[in-house]
Nanobody, 125 residues
């Protein structure tokens, strides 16, 4: 199966910024919609942002993330990025990269075909 690998998690400071990346192992993902989700233990996996179509590079954001979040692609490196500014302790979660062959805005985790293993982000005060 195609692999997605997240990078950039760890311990970060409240009020600072976080940068995550996700690299796809196969060029067939170049047309896919890709997204970031996060999940807190005992809670539902929550959609944060997506890029609709690998080549179109059209970003979309969850309402709660708009204004302090940026999602973007590096096509040359086949890598998806996520930046979150003004970090808060409630941003602590496991962050997941996902991809789907459907070229449209998709916010449901059930509609994504491939997932990374997740990277833990812990925001300290």
């Amino acid at each position: 199966q195609v692999q997605l690998v997240e990078h950039g998690g760890g311990l970060v400071q409240a009020g600072g910024s976080l940068s995550l990346s996700c690299t796809a192992s196969a060029p067939t993902f170049s047309r896919d919609t890709m997204a970031w989700f996060r999940q807190v233990p005992g809670k539902e996996r929550k959609w944060l942002a997506s890029v609709i179509g690998w080549l179109e590079n059209r970003p979309s954001y969850a309402d709660a993330m708009e204004g302090r979040t940026t999602i973007f692609k590096d096509l040359a490196k086949n890598t998806l990025h996520l930046q979150i500014d003004n970090l808060k302790p409630e941003d602590t979660a496991i962050y997941y990269c996902a991809a789907t062959s459907r070229v449209r805005e998709i916010t449901s985790s059930a509609d994504y075909d491939h997932w990374g293993q997740g990277t833990q982000v812990t925001v300290s005060s």
